[in-house]
């Protein structure tokens, strides 16, 4: 086989993964500067604290390169290691006691169904990203915690871990209309709860 001159940004996962199993193993950083700011984005979303999340993306970083022989090139890389930051996160909610979340071995629900009033309804998504972008996004975590977690998983899969719905259905073991529909569902039930708070605070204002 010809050697791959190609520089290391401009090679796709598998040529750089097909590297670090051969013995490369210094490509595995091209895999961390590739995909740490999304990781480290949607580890803060579940964590709420800068420097748990970026000890949670080492740790994933660090088991995904441990484990790499174990992954099914025939599947989704992205899907694969953000499943092992999904986990990460689980168990450091879990030991700092906050609030635990349901990760990817989530079973189906209602929000599992596809509900096409809800699909066709159109929903503030470029709202909810200048929100997340901008000072209140700890405001739009705390908000996070309200909703049913396998809405909340979906909404921080979809706006946090920058994945297209059908990385989403492949992280959460449902169908491409399921995973759109928690995003929607999610999305609805964001809105609302934005919408009351501040109402909340304009009442508070008045008085």
Request: with cysteine; proline share 3%.
């Amino acid at each position: 086989m010809a050697p791959n001159n190609s520089a290391p940004e401009e090679l796709t996962d598998g040529e750089i993964l097909a590297a670090v199993l051969a013995g490369d193993a210094d490509q595995y950083a091209t895999i961390v500067k590739r995909y740490r700011r999304a990781l480290l984005n949607l580890a803060y979303s579940y964590l709420g604290d800068a420097q748990l999340a970026e000890d949670a993306v080492q740790e994933a970083f660090l088991n995904s390169f441990k484990w790499l022989h174990t992954y099914d090139s025939r599947y989704s890389f992205r899907t694969w290691l953000w499943r092992i930051l999904l986990n990460v996160c689980h168990r450091l909610r879990e030991k700092s006691k906050r609030q635990p979340v349901n990760t990817t071995t989530l079973t189906g629900g209602s929000d599992d169904r596809e509900q096409t009033s809800i699909l066709e309804t159109e929903v503030p998504c470029q709202a909810l990203s200048r929100l997340i972008d901008g000072e209140r996004r700890d405001q739009v975590l705390r908000l996070l915690d309200q909703l049913t977690p396998i809405q909340a998983e979906a909404i921080r899969l979809r706006f946090f871990g920058e994945m297209k719905f059908q990385e989403i259905a492949d992280a959460q073991d449902i169908g491409l209309p399921a995973a759109k529909a928690r995003v929607r569902n999610g999305l609805l039930q964001l809105a609302k709860l934005i919408q009351n708070t501040c109402q909340e605070l304009s009442e508070e204002h008045v008085r």
